[in-house]
Structures are given as structure tokens and as C-alpha cells.
């Protein structure tokens, strides 16, 4: 069964930098990968992601530029690199797959097979 295992969130200073991990079991290489987010009382909400073939990325508006998420299938590991962080940028970070190859990208919640359980990142101003 697929399982995915976030790590790396915690307190950072605005304009500071935190990359998160997510461990993921089976073969990453068939499955496209995102990142979400949910702050305390609002919806979860796309953040980024990249195909599970070609390796291309898409990310939302109000991370692009600032985030880039990159994936080593050797280590079975999708990374987060979170830069110029901003207070409005805290909020757990979910990691999620969706269980079919494609280079296509997918930006919906419902759109993805699996889940871990967050990591908190908050950032103080």
C-alpha cells in the first residue's frame, strides 16, 4: 500500500528558507506528485506539483517563484525548497500522490489517491 511520510516543517523567520520531504513507498516514478496546504480555517489549497512523467512543474500563483519541488526516485523522496517565506505561508503542508502516470498536471484535492499527515510550518514576521 501506498504510504507517504512528510517531514522538515517548523518555525522560520519571514524571508527565511525550509525545504520539507515526503517519503513516499512504491514507485514514485508512476505517480505525480503535489504539495498542499491548509492554514487554521481555510480551505486546503494547491501549491505545487510535478507529472509523474517528464518531470515538468506547475505552481500556484502565490508560491511561484519561491517554491520548487523536485523529486530523487532513488531515495523514493518528493522535496519541498520553500524561499523568501512569508507569514501567510503557515500552514500544514500535505504531501499526495496520484496513483496514474501521466504528464499531465493536477491541481484539485480530489484529484489525488494518497496522503500523509502534514507538517506544520509557521513563519513569524
Known amino acids: 500500500q501506498v504510504q507517504l511520510v512528510e517531514s522538515g516543517g517548523g518555525l522560520v523567520q519571514a524571508g527565511g528558507s525550509l525545504r520539507l520531504s515526503c517519503v513516499v513507498s512504491?514507485?514514485?516514478?508512476?505517480?505525480?506528485m503535489a504539495w498542499f496546504r491548509q492554514a487554521p480555517g481555510k480551505e486546503r489549497r494547491f501549491v505545487v506539483t510535478?507529472?509523474?512523467?517528464?518531470?515538468?512543474?506547475y505552481s500556484a500563483d502565490s508560491v511561484k517563484g519561491r517554491f520548487t519541488i523536485s523529486r530523487d526516485n532513488a531515495k523514493n523522496t518528493v522535496y519541498l525548497e520553500m524561499n523568501s517565506l512569508k507569514p501567510e505561508d503557515t500552514a500544514v503542508y500535505y504531501c499526495?500522490?496520484?496513483?496514474?502516470?501521466?504528464?499531465?498536471?493536477?491541481?484539485?484535492?480530489?484529484?489525488?489517491?494518497?496522503w500523509g499527515q502534514g507538517t506544520q510550518v509557521t513563519v513569524s514576521s
Open positions: 499526495a500522490a496520484r496513483d496514474d502516470r501521466s504528464a499531465l498536471f493536477y491541481t484539485k484535492e480530489y484529484e489525488y489517491d494518497y
Open positions: 512504491g514507485r514514485t516514478s508512476t505517480y505525480a
Open positions: 510535478i507529472t509523474g512523467s517528464g518531470g515538468r512543474t
